[in-house]
């Protein structure tokens, strides 16, 4: 099985937690479990062809593409433009679901480690394709400092080489990271997010202090 292949067979398994803590009865319980029985053997072999489907990740060094998306403090729309504007490194983070243990163990860590991100001059910022709402709850469940940003349709998870579209169920954002600077230009980007998501926030800390000391 090939990377592609395990991306979306992990994040198969988060759509459906997803799907079977909302749906009320049995009958529905079991046709979600009986559908995501048949889209993981789809994915055995999705192999190669995913290749073509899921699209490239930018490469550290290029300009970050630009975005402006819903966020979920009810204040309009968040740029790349005006992230940047801060002056302060971008942690722009994509995750599958809010509520979900991943994510939530995720988001927990980011908050956790909020003062040494501070220190570091850098702000922290998800994006899933969940709506404006269920993010804003999310962040208020969880006691975020930080918020998340809306992007229903993937379209900028494509554009960032983190969309992944799963037959059924749609398009949602792969588990990755990336570090962007004041000027707008990716650092660095985390792929391999999905397999150690407790360190996630640690080596991103370290890398952002990797890359503030080099441009001291």
Same mark, same amino acid.
């Given at each position: 099985?090939?990377?592609?292949? !395990?991306?979306?067979?992990?994040?198969?398994? $988060?759509?459906?937690?997803?799907?079977l803590?909302?749906?009320p009865s049995?009958?529905?319980?079991?046709?979600?479990?009986?559908?995501?029985?048949?889209?993981?053997?789809a994915?055995?072999?999705?192999?190669?062809?995913a290749?073509?489907? $899921?699209a490239?990740?930018?490469?550290?060094g290029?300009?970050?593409?630009?975005?402006?998306?819903?966020?979920? !403090?009810?204040?309009?729309?968040?740029?790349?433009?005006?992230?940047?504007?801060?002056?302060?490194?971008?942690?722009?983070?994509?995750?599958?679901?809010?509520?979900?243990?991943?994510?939530?163990?995720?988001a927990?860590?980011?908050?956790?480690?909020m003062?040494?991100?501070?220190?570091?001059?850098a702000?922290?910022?998800?994006?899933?394709?969940?709506?404006?709402?269920?993010?804003?709850?999310?962040?208020s469940?969880?006691?975020?400092?930080?918020?998340?940003?809306?992007?229903?349709?993937?379209?900028?998870?494509?554009?960032?080489?983190?969309?992944?579209?799963?037959?059924g169920?749609?398009?949602?954002?792969?588990?990755?990271?990336?570090?962007?600077d004041?000027?707008?230009?990716?650092?660095?980007v985390?792929?391999?997010?999905e397999?150690?998501?407790?360190?996630?926030?640690?080596?991103?800390?370290?890398?952002?202090?990797?890359?503030?000391?080099?441009?001291?």
């Amino acid at each position: 099985m090939n990377q592609y292949s !395990r991306r979306f067979l992990l994040l198969l398994a $988060v759509v459906l937690t997803s799907a079977l803590a909302l749906s009320p009865s049995e009958s529905s319980r079991r046709a979600f479990v009986r559908d995501g029985l048949a889209l993981g053997g789809a994915a055995l072999a999705f192999g190669s062809s995913a290749n073509s489907a $899921v699209a490239a990740v930018p490469n550290a060094g290029a300009k970050a593409p630009a975005f402006e998306l819903p966020n979920s !403090r009810g204040e309009g729309t968040t740029s790349l433009q005006s992230l940047t504007k801060t002056g302060k490194y971008t942690v722009l983070y994509f995750y599958p679901g809010a509520f979900t243990s991943g994510c939530t163990l995720e988001a927990r860590a980011f908050q956790r480690d909020m003062d040494s991100y501070r220190k570091l001059n850098a702000q922290i910022v998800g994006v899933s394709v969940d709506p404006v709402e269920k993010n804003a709850q999310f962040c208020s469940a969880e006691g975020l400092d930080f918020y998340m940003l809306s992007d229903q349709g993937g379209m900028v998870s494509k554009l960032y080489g983190s969309a992944l579209s799963i037959p059924g169920f749609g398009t949602f954002s792969n588990r990755q990271t990336y570090i962007i600077d004041p000027k707008g230009n990716l650092r660095w980007v985390f792929t391999d997010v999905e397999s150690h998501i407790a360190r996630h926030s640690q080596e991103v800390l370290d890398k952002l202090a990797e890359l503030t000391t080099a441009t001291v």
